[in-house]
Nanobody, 115 residues
Framework: QVQLVESGGGLVQPGGSLRLSCAAS????????MGWYRQAPGKQRDFVAA???????NYADSVKGRFTISRDNAKNTLYLQINSLKPEDTAVYYC?????????WGQGTQVTVSS
């Protein structure tokens, strides 16, 4: 059973940057299309970005041009570079396969954007 562990969140000012990481145990991480989701307080969990095993990416419209997803298959790790942060980016960020969230959800990592 693959376990997902997200990290890298924190409190940042508007306009700031963070780099999130998702470490995955298990041998099939590298073959799956993986992605990031986020859940703001009182809202549903939404798709943010995805990347195929070969590196093809796609993004939610709200983050295009500000967020960059990448992966290191040798390290079973997924990344999300987030720049030009806005208060509306405040949420718990999770990684999982896309679509369908095949794995059990990890604990997520909190990103708070506030001055």
């Amino acid at each position: 059973q693959v376990q997902l562990v997200e990290s890298g969140g924190g409190l940042v000012q508007p306009g700031g940057s963070l780099r999130l990481s998702c470490a995955a145990s298990g041998s099939d991480f590298s073959i799956r299309r993986m992605g990031w989701y986020r859940q703001a307080p009182g809202k549903q969990r939404d798709f943010v970005a995805a990347i195929t095993r070969g590196g093809t990416t796609n993004y939610a419209d709200s983050v295009k041009g500000r967020f960059t997803i990448s992966r290191d298959n040798a390290k079973n790790t997924l990344y999300l570079q987030i720049n030009s942060l806005k208060p509306e980016d405040t949420a718990v960020y999770y990684c999982n396969s896309v679509p369908g969230a095949y794995y059990s959800w990890g604990q997520g990592t909190q990103v708070t954007v506030s001055s």
